[in-house]
């Protein structure tokens, strides 16, 4: 496969000491349609053997220190790659770096799910912010992302409690006229829960694993 980066002129790739980050910088190096300058960022520069050995032998490969959950890092890490790149900016960032606690519904602790968002939602939104945060005008970062996670934590609790004879779904409860939602929202609070309450009632186990709206509507997520 031939890789046309050629008219991409930087690419910054996160978590690139080793797995799919290494693999990149490895395809983009050594690519003769690559761009003109990679930057690997990795916690620990020393440590990445492999990654050193590509930045000295392909021309135009950049090794910067980053800890994705650090926003100090994040700021030195800005600071070097605006020094390598100087007026021209970066043009592809790639936010590779996660990490994957392995845990269940017995063994999950809430110390594990925050570290695991911190690193694998989080720092790339704000590794993202430090090179494209001018301008931005989207709202509720923090509250719609949380949503989703709910809605996957709940397909992941119906599948566990299945067996159990547990029903486990979402609910959405519309745009509703509460502090939250604000004076101009579609439905009061009465017409909202009425709504939700009948839902409820009327939920079977084809509904297991759902996502459905006031009305009782399935939703895509």
Known sequence: MTLKFTKCQSVLITGASRGLGLQMVKDLARSTERPKTIIATVRNPAAAQDLQNIAKSCKGVYIVQLDVV????IDSALQAVSSILGSDG????INNAAINLSTDLKTVTPDA???TFESNTVAPLFVTKVNWGAGAAFKSYAYRT????LNMTTRCLATDLESEGIL?????PGWVRTDMGGPHADLSPE?????????ITDLTENNH?????????NLQW
């Open 70 to 73: 650090s926003q100090s890092s």
């Open 90 to 93: 970066l043009n592809c960032l």
């Open 113 to 115: 799910m925050m570290k």
């Open 146 to 149: 949380s949503k989703a996670a």
């Open 168 to 172: 486990c779904m979402a609910l959405h």
């Open 191 to 199: 017409e909202s829960i009425s709504s939700l309450l009948s839902v």
């Open 209 to 217: 694993g759902g996502f459905l709206d006031y009305s009782g509507n």
